[in-house]
């Protein structure tokens, strides 16, 4: 970690709280707030939550700002996985005996809908001098300090790496201290990192998976953040669809279109494997009248490949040219970040009255 810019960064945040210590109170405060709010649900509480007391625990999250419709993501969730099944893995998450490594990538691996960003927040206000949030933001501030190893896709956020997040996070919580930081918590340390350190992209060599074995994670990131973009684009999203006899896509997008019915938008994620297999599968797709358009997702490098293996298909007229389409997963992840900071920046203003976003 590069100690000269750490020690820039607390300096000049030493400077803003002395200028501006009615903020530094009210900053304090509202940790205080969320912590009280979350540390208020026990084991039993959290397995005991009607749906209603679900939506009002998750909504409250920073992960969960850039939502307008909080309603809708929370009823995804409980569909996608089943209420009861939620509220298990929370309390084992939360409460569980197992070592948090075990715990972290157990939730992961069995629950739906609640990423990294949810569930690190989740834990640091139930424990905020053992935990630390851990995002997108949090990695880029990271990298601006030089830590080196960091991940770039969701999949890489192990439980290994959070916990190698959080003992570098208790680093700069004891500089902090040294610095005469009068709040040091890991809370403390996210809002130093939030407020402090400019965004700084990881470097270029992170950028690719790193084993085949790990593809099957990168291509059910993408396909998770398809469907993301299209419910924040307003879409009703879902991934795993079928939409014709024989065709099982990973994402689509579908919208009502006053009383002339509804337009769908297939999406294939293709990372590795069989360009034949998907391109099939967006054929059968076409037999639905309603799929307005077809669309590969693979790494930038793939597209040109399946362009070509496509050409055969399009010249015979068995797969429409003007419905066949092709996205770079490169694309799918900026996207969905520029989404996440426009909504995030939006939703500070608090435009919409509280109770019209539900």
């Known amino acids: 970690m590069n100690q000269t810019k750490l020690t820039t960064a607390i300096e000049h945040l030493k400077c803003r709280q002395l200028e501006n210590p009615e903020s530094l109170q009210e900053a304090m405060e509202e940790r205080k707030e969320r912590i009280a709010f979350y540390q208020g649900f026990s084991s039993d509480k959290l397995l005991t939550m009607t749906e209603d007391d ?28 089943g209420f009861d099944n939620v509220k298990k893995q929370l309390a084992e998450l939360l409460f569980g005996s197992n070592d948090i490594i075990k715990r972290w990538d157990n939730f992961l691996k069995k629950i739906k809908g609640m990423g990294p960003a949810t569930i690190s927040e989740l834990l640091s206000y139930y424990n905020p001098d053992e935990y630390m949030i851990f995002n997108g933001t949090t990695v880029k501030a990271l990298n601006f300090l030089e830590v080196p190893d960091l991940p770039k896709y969701n999949y890489q956020y192990t439980g290994k790496r959070f916990l190698e997040v959080c003992k570098i996070g208790k680093q700069i919580a004891a500089e902090m201290k040294n610095k005469g930081i009068q709040d040091t918590t890991l809370l ?39 469907v993301e973009i299209g419910s924040l684009l307003g879409f009703t999203s879902n991934s795993e669809v079928v939409v014709a006899p024989g065709a099982k896509v990973d994402a689509t997008w579908e919208v009502q279109i006053g009383n002339l019915g509804k337009a769908i938008y297939v999406f294939e994620v293709q990372v590795s494997g069989s360009v034949d297999s998907m391109l099939m599968n967006l054929m059968r797709a076409q037999a639905n009248i309603a799929v307005q358009a077809v669309i590969t997702v ?61």
């Open 54 to 81: 679900f939506y009002k625990y998750i909504s409250r999250l920073w992960a969960m700002i850039i939502w307008g419709n909080k309603k809708f993501v929370v009823d995804k969730i409980i569909a996608d996985n």
């Open 188 to 226: 403390a340390v996210d809002y130093l990192l939030w407020e402090e350190m400019p965004s700084s992209e990881l470097p270029a060599e992170h950028s690719e998976p790193e084993s085949h074995n790990l593809n099957v994670s990168y291509h059910d990131e993408v396909k998770q953040k398809i």
């Open 298 to 358: 693979s790494p930038e490098d793939q597209i040109d490949k399946i362009k070509r293996e496509a050409r055969g298909l399009i010249d015979s007229q068995s797969l429409d040219s003007k419905k066949f389409k092709n996205w770079s997963c490169e694309e799918v992840l900026m996207v969905r970040e520029s989404l996440d900071k426009a909504y995030t920046s939006i939703n500070k203003l608090k435009l919409v009255p509280d109770g019209f976003n539900n």
